[in-house]
C-alpha cells in the first residue's frame, strides 16, 4: 500500500458491513474500534477520515459515531438512494453521492479509500472487498484490509 503523498492528506479508511441492524452491534462495534486503534498505530501522524455509506443505520452508523467520539472527519459514500430509505442519513461532514440504485458507488468508493475494513456484511460488503484486493492485487494488504465476521439475526 502506497503512503500518501502529503502528510496533511488524510488516510482515508473505508468501513464497510451490514447496513441493516439484525446483527451482534455490541460486538461489531468492538471489533470496528479495535481495528480503528490499529490502524491509528500502524499509520501515526495522519489525519484520518472515516468512509461509510452514509445510512444512519447498521455498520455506517456505528462507524460515525465511532468517528465522532475521536474527533475523526466522516465522509458518506452512496448512491442517491441513500435518500429514499427510513434509516435516514448521518450528518457525516461530507457526502459522495454517486449513481442511483445502492452498488452503483462501489467502484468509486474503492478507488476513494486507502484501508478498508469489513465487519461482517451482504452481497455488497463483499462485492466491494473483491474489488479493493482486485485494485491491490500483488501488494501486501496486511495493513490496508481488515475482515471481521459477526452474527447476522435478520433474514
Known sequence: ??????TSEPLRIGVVGFSRNQFDKKTAAEKLEK???QIMTHYPNKNYELVSGLTNMGVPQLT???ADRLGIDTVGFSASQAFRVRAGIYPVKQQIIVGEKFGDESDAFVQYIDVLVRIGGGQQSRHETTLFKNLHAGKDLSQCLYEEEVAWYGK
Open 64 to 66: 460515525y459515531m465511532l
Open 1 to 6: 500500500m502506497e503512503e500518501n503523498k502529503a
Open 35 to 37: 481495528i480503528i486503534a
